[in-house]
């Protein structure tokens, strides 16, 4: 019965890889991700958007002039022109400087993740191994018991692999919005200019935090869910091998389909959480 046994390790073996490819994704910057291609690319639209955005910084800045002072006269007062310079001053640094900003603000959020990593005592993800009452139960089964253990098996590793690329795609698709907020920034940074289109830069920064933040999240699911694996599901050794095998698995599934829920609304829990 070993195509049995190896049928599920390899299953719990896909979810170890993926489980330990999010770990390492988690604390990888994003100049860092798939050897820095992307990242070049991406700051190569930053560089190309950035003159977009400073032709909006001005018209920006001359509807909020126009919304904001009744007549010229406004404008000439000195507290309004040095208020009015300052905003503009403030939105031009926004938009020149915003790569580097953001990316403080991301590393900001890679301490935090490195900190809980610390605090939790992981220095990887725990990895799933078959019990060894299971294998020695299935190792055990005739032929004719095998067929409905062979059914079990085949549908709880398919699963399970299904699960663990479900996962990983919110970990890929994290990534995917860190390089489109970086690479369209000075285009929403520009709204900063004037005062009443403000809030779509505020919006971004907001949103752009959100998404770093969701890394802290993932890793928590993450560790609670290795807590979860260091103790494995609990089965009864006396009852026959389907029983034992769909008892194990189902809760294995059950834990799995907790975990891979919470990563796939880390975005949701980081917005209810700071109340973006």
């Known amino acids: 019965m070993n195509w049995i046994v190896e049928n599920l390790q390899n299953a719990l073996d896909t979810w170890n890889g993926k489980l330990s490819e999010i770990w390492q994704l988690l604390t990888q910057s994003p100049e860092a991700f798939k050897g820095g291609g992307i990242w070049n690319v991406v700051v190569d639209i930053h560089g190309a958007v950035r003159a977009i955005g400073l032709a909006l910084l001005v018209l920006f800045f001359v509807v909020g002039v126009v919304?904001?002072?009744?007549s010229f006269a406004e404008v000439k007062k000195p507290e309004h022109a040095v208020k009015l310079f300052i905003r503009f001053a403030l939105a031009k640094a926004a938009i020149t400087y915003g790569l580097e900003l953001m990316m403080a603000l991301f590393s900001i959020v890679q301490g935090l993740i490195s900190t809980i990593m610390n605090a939790a005592g992981f220095g990887a993800a725990s990895e799933m191994?078959?019990?060894?009452?299971?294998v020695t139960a299935i190792e055990n089964v005739d032929f004719f018991n095998s067929i409905p253990l062979w059914a079990v098996t085949l549908l709880g590793g398919l699963f399970i692999t299904v699960?663990?690329?479900i996962m990983?795609?919110?970990v890929y698709g994290r990534f995917f919005k860190l390089y489109l907020y970086t690479a369209i920034a000075p285009v929403p940074l520009a709204a900063f200019a004037g005062e009443p289109s403000q809030s779509i830069g505020k919006a971004f920064i907001k949103s752009y935090a959100a998404?770093?933040?969701e890394g802290?999240?993932?890793v928590l699911a993450c560790i609670i869910f290795s807590v979860f694996a260091a103790s494995p599901p609990?089965?009864?050794?006396n009852a026959a091998a389907v029983t034992q095998v769909w008892s194990y698995v189902g809760e294995l599934i059950f834990n799995m389909l907790v975990l891979v829920g919470t990563v796939k609304m880390a975005d949701r829990v980081v917005r209810?959480?700071?109340g973006l």
């Open 129 to 134: 191994v078959l019990p060894d009452s299971i």
């Open 234 to 237: 609990a089965v009864d050794p």
């Open 272 to 274: 209810e959480m700071m």
């Open 168 to 170: 990983i795609m919110s």
């Open 216 to 218: 802290a999240i993932i």
């Open 163 to 165: 699960l663990s690329f």
């Open 67 to 70: 919304k904001t002072c009744g």
């Open 211 to 213: 998404v770093c933040l």
